[in-house]
């Protein structure tokens, strides 16, 4: 992140691109008049449901934060860039799952003034992934329907996870969920099953036309051979520290 008198407005780059980045300028936009140049890098697949813009904007905002000597709290930075993310309808809680890390459940939902988290102890795990497009989460937050159904299958899903707040019944109340609202598409729904049948547990990501999943050492690479039929899987590990400045 920095600041120059050459710039006459805000741009913003992405793995040395320039990209629009809404959600990232609204942020910008919300802690200081000046033009600053955001240079940001991900290494995961952009508008698959992964929640690459709220890890944009909450990372501009801790750099922000220190750059330009805001002396803002964590609490402060999150609120923005969770407030970034509702304005630009680019995500509702992936800051405040990102702000924590690990396997957030989201208890009561909201900023960080309001909202309410808790987590499931899970011990160091890989996550295979595959994405197979993108899928406009502007688009599904803003249908009246879709919403009905997301927020009833949601309240359903979360009832049952917290009677056993285990990893392994988040993965079976997301594939519930994910079928349930409508939102998984036929092909999501191959690479689950096939995923199933190899062994392992998946489902879609949310919002995105992707796939997540795990499996025990034993069946991982029947897993990733099942998933190999549909695209080249990523894998990542998940990761209980907060986010903050390197």
Known sequence: MTYSEEL?????TLNGKQVGGHTTRTVADMLTNLPVLVESVANI??????GASGAGA??????????LCLNLTSAKIIETAHVAEV????????????????????TAPGAPEYGKVDWIPVARKEVLCLPLGELDTGSVISDPDLVWRITSMGRGAMKKLM?????ETFMQCSRDFAI??????????????????????????MLGESVFAIADPGRREAVIEALNEFGQPLAYNLNDCRAGLL
């Open 45 to 50: 697949p952009i508008g698959c449901g992964f």
């Open 87 to 106: 304005i630009n309808r680019s995500g509702l809680g992936d800051v405040i799952a990102q702000s924590y890390g690990g396997v957030v459940i989201r």
């Open 163 to 167: 009677l056993a707040p285990t990893f």
């Open 58 to 67: 909450l990372g501009t905002a801790y750099a922000l934060n220190e750059a």
């Open 180 to 205: 349930g609202t409508g939102l998984a598409s036929d092909a999501i729904m191959d690479i689950v099953e096939a995923v199933g049948s190899a062994g392992g547990m998946a489902s879609q990501a």
């Open 8 to 12: 006459d407005d805000t741009r913003i």
